[in-house]
């Protein structure tokens, strides 16, 4: 029998949660969870099956012990720093999104795991990643045309925090939301000229500080720019509770689609997702890149990767005589 | 200036005339077509823009010429005995798509391209081809589900012939039709169990010769093994002219749609296509994978690959940093 990848992952959030259930799927039995990093007090985490918690300062002691860490940490402020000095160590697999970074990002993750002979796969998850691949994809067999990428019906994270940054705001859930008539405009082949406001609308729900202006928050909120300005934004402001009962879930998704042309025939390639828990699938989707990870490390290659690079043969343990038998 | 990439295609049928265009895209100004090669008389044949037609036996004299042989015959005759021996002098692509024979002609060709250190990528189009990724990629992602493949709204080659062959039939269109209850019912995660009847439905268009039996031709049509009998199948008589004049287009398109669980919540992934022609979509893919054979043969690959070995980075002449930049 082969020996299992040996596996750790560095982030214990949503994310890393997201994770580690998806390394018990039967279909990842060739990898073995082998421990979890974490800067909070390892002794407060509890991970679903016995598996060491490991202070963060210690990971170097695990050189020999891990084949591949999925970094579950945020791209603002974790990964930057992390990133490259787990790179300089261990085979990675990250989901940094800030997508204007990436550039720099991917130069330093490659220098470092460049240098230490390691694989490293940066920006792996929906968007970047699978939305990424979907739009390069349509884009090389479609050269002539436009892509579109519609997000939602979704919680935005950024957008979320930074209503919670108004004053006199407790807690808020923030929604994208696609506009159908755009998205329907865009399948139809109509290849329409859209502004922020005509791709996106933004849902938003508050609960107000007790005694609070709620007309200035609504205002605030509204004006914001950048997160809310450029966009037709809804407040609804509620309790508390009703925050808690109908807004704790965390679905997402949207649709990538290019508008093609070939020879004056329309084109049209559509990739959508419909998901009901976003850290849930992002994580499954790291799983599957931290098996080609290793992999690609086990061929000989190294250095920093991205999605384009990674045939899809190498995110799964079957075959690739079975595969094409069953998926061809 | 780099070199260009001299390719030729092999069988100037509809397929054939879709490589041709899709090679104009100035996207595509890294290739050349060089030659087509035909077992028609050549001097029948008129290409767009001026080129060498060859007849199909000469094609050994183009050896040092060519670069990328794509193969534009069908799968039934023609790329059975054309793909092996071409692929002992040419690097290739071609849409092989009898699914059942797939493994087999896969190992033949491997034995051509691998002996002669040339690389053939076999299978790519749609389906196979950008379908069978889509179903790859989301079984690698989402491990647990159930994945439907859907085709249509389009014309089914097979099926049109096959209703031709019966007696009395001078023409037809088969037009398969997905049935929208049952895509509903997957998109929305209810993973049902669908006989083929419930999938599809075959819309057929007939012109029948003068003073043809036509209650004996549908019901021969419906009752036809394989093709028909497993289907709700619809009959119109029509004319000659109308079938000339509305169903002569070659529409297509599909769906794959991956309904995932990941610890009790759904997701749900969707591929789909909605082309007005498919042969120049086909001939479209067809381009993009002959520059990566191109390219696997220069990094010093060689032998039967499928999409499934081939990183989209390959697909497209841009360096991967602006892809990077651009798309992830």
Known sequence: ?????????????????????????????????????????????????????????????????????????????????????????????????????????????????????KVSIISVGWDPGMFSLA???????LPTGNTYTFWGKGVSQGHSDAI????????????TIPIESAVEDVRA???PELTARQKHLRDCYVVA????DLDRIEKEIKEMPNYFADYDTIVHFISEEELQKNHSAMPHGGFVIRSGDTGNHKQIVEYSLNLESNPEFTGSILVAYARAAFYLNERGEFGAKTVFDVPVSLLTSEFTENLVRRLL
């Open 1 to 117: 029998m082969k020996e299992k990848i040996r596996v750790a992952i560095c982030g214990y959030g949503h994310l890393g949660q997201g994770v580690e259930k998806a390394l018990f799927n039967p279909a990842n039995r060739d990898m073995e969870l082998v421990a979890i990093f974490t800067r909070r007090n390892p002794l407060s985490i509890k991970p679903v099956a016995p598996v060491e918690v490991v202070y963060f300062n210690e990971i170097g002691q695990y050189k020999d012990k891990i084949d591949v860490v999925i970094l579950c940490g945020g791209s603002a402020k974790d990964l930057p720093k992390q990133g490259p000095m787990i790179a300089r160590m261990f085979n990675t697999v990250d989901s940094f999104d800030t997508h204007a970074r990436i550039p720099e990002y991917l130069e330093k993750m490659h220098d470092a795991s460049f240098c230490a002979g």
């Open 164 to 175: 919670r940054r108004v004053d006199g705001v407790k807690d808020a859930k923030q929604y």
């Open 209 to 212: 500080e007790e005694g609070a």
């Open 189 to 191: 082949g109509k290849n």
């Open 135 to 141: 739009r390069a994809y349509a884009e090389a067999i």
